[in-house]
């Protein structure tokens, strides 16, 4: 598969600027903001998942629903972008601002609100709501927007994000599972864990650019994956217990990988500057 290519930044680009043969057509232009506006409907899942959240009785599974819809949203709208060369055709509009503001509300805010409401973590008795449970969320979500905010959080060129890459939804997703198997510690420690994890200068693979031979692997492993979080989904909050620790597979795979490949290319790194200097 071959890599995306890089479009020249839009504030550096002006309709004036294109040779006139090469200007969009008004129907060009119309794609490209339409994609705009497919990114920014993510938001429209966002507000429904927040109000199943506020809701007088959360059904999680719905929320997970209107969550997964956005994911899908977040997924096609890159290529459709760059298939309308959206940065020169509608450069007036920022995309990557949009994704962040709706990535941010469905991969970070959305889940740890349901989480909180739910009762999921300790303090509030399993009843949800409590300002206790605030403060297990409230760290998280800060350093979600440090992370969101970070200009050097995603590595392209070495296939890397820094940091945990702030997929709260899914760690919301096994909280309510773990929740009803054992408790609230286990996804109480997950959230402590990756928490810190999301300032700290650790790199997690970016999935589809990582490093050849690991691409493809990574790739189907995560496609098999969301087939279990989809099973998961259907006997929510009470699955299988196989099927819970089967899903855990490729997230353990994922994260050992990542630290595998962060310290070789730290390793390649410091063997580089070090034969450059000599």
């Known amino acids: 598969m071959t890599e995306p290519a890089v479009e020249p930044d839009a504030r550096t680009i002006s309709e004036a600027a294109v040779p006139p043969k090469e200007r969009p057509t008004a129907g060009q232009k119309l794609a490209a903001y339409a994609v705009h506006v497919f990114t920014a409907s993510g938001v429209v899942f966002a507000l429904l998942a927040a109000a199943e959240v506020a809701s007088a009785s959360p059904r999680p599974k719905l929320v997970f629903l209107y969550l997964a819809i956005q994911v899908l949203i977040d997924a096609l709208d890159g290529p459709m972008a760059?298939?309308?060369?959206?940065?020169i055709r509608a450069p007036r509009i920022d995309g990557r601002t949009i994704d962040d503001i709706v990535?941010?509300?469905?991969?970070?805010?959305?889940?740890l609100l349901l989480v909180w409401r739910m009762g999921w973590l300790?303090?509030?008795?399993?009843?949800?709501?409590?300002?206790?449970?605030?403060?297990?969320?409230?760290?998280?979500m800060v350093a979600s927007l440090f992370g969101f905010a970070n200009t050097a959080a995603k590595d392209e060129a070495g296939g890397f994000f820094l940091g945990f890459p702030s997929y709260w939804n899914i760690i919301a997703f096994y909280c309510g599972i773990?929740?009803?198997?054992?408790?609230?510690?286990?996804?109480?420690?997950?959230?402590?864990?990756?928490?810190i994890l999301t300032v700290l200068p650790v790199r997690f693979i970016y999935p589809n650019l990582a490093p050849r031979p690991w691409k493809m692997p990574t790739m189907i492993g995560a496609l098999i994956w969301v087939v279990l979080l989809a099973w998961l989904w259907t006997d929510y909050t009470t699955p299988p217990a196989w099927l819970m620790w089967a899903s855990l597979v490729y997230p353990a795979f994922y994260i050992a990988l990542s630290a595998w490949l962060d310290v070789r290319s730290r390793q390649i790194s410091a063997t580089t500057g070090s034969s450059g200097s000599g």
Request: proline share 10%.
């Open 82 to 87: 760059r298939a309308v060369h959206i940065k």
């Open 103 to 111: 990535d941010y509300l469905t991969y970070t805010f959305v889940p």
């Open 122 to 140: 300790p303090g509030d008795g399993g009843g949800g709501g409590g300002t206790a449970g605030i403060w297990w969320i409230a760290p998280a």
């Open 178 to 195: 773990w929740h009803a198997m054992a408790g609230p510690w286990p996804g109480a420690i997950v959230v402590v864990a990756l928490t």
